[in-house]
């Protein structure tokens, strides 16, 4: 009988130790207010893609009917820029990362599976 209360009470301090420590880094996740860290954690949950911007503004311009055809002019090579910027820039976010990671370890399980 008395092991079972030991027992059971070193899982409450367990867990009490636990909460504390998620406690902690939650008031310390708080702490970080500053501006910059706030604009880098929110571009890794949203990256900016240019390239998709540049298009689509690209072919808004191509689309527009003008008599002297400046924007198609524009148009084109603003097509052309953004699917540049699209190959250069990556717009991953933290969420492509993990789907990546996953597929990344299914794979070498399914090799780890086919060569044991």
């Known amino acids: 009988m008395v092991d079972a209360v030991k027992k059971r009470l070193e899982k409450l301090r367990k867990f009490s130790d636990s909460a504390k420590r998620r406690a902690d880094l939650y008031t310390d996740i708080v702490k970080m207010d500053d ?3 706030a604009r880098s954690l929110g571009a ?3 990256a900016s893609a240019p390239g998709k911007k540049l298009q689509k503004i690209g072919f808004l311009m191509l689309w527009v009917p003008e008599p002297t055809g400046v924007t198609c002019a524009v148009g084109g ?3 052309v820029a953004g699917r540049y910027l699209d190959k250069k820039y990556n717009g991953a976010t933290i969420h492509d990362i993990g789907h990546e ?5 299914s794979s070498i399980k399914d090799f780890k599976n086919s060569v044991m």
Request: net charge positive; hydrophobic share 45%; aromatic share 0%.
């Open 35 to 37: 501006a910059h860290t």
């Open 44 to 46: 890794l949950q949203k």
């Open 77 to 79: 090579p603003m097509i």
């Open 101 to 105: 990671t996953k597929s990344a370890i």
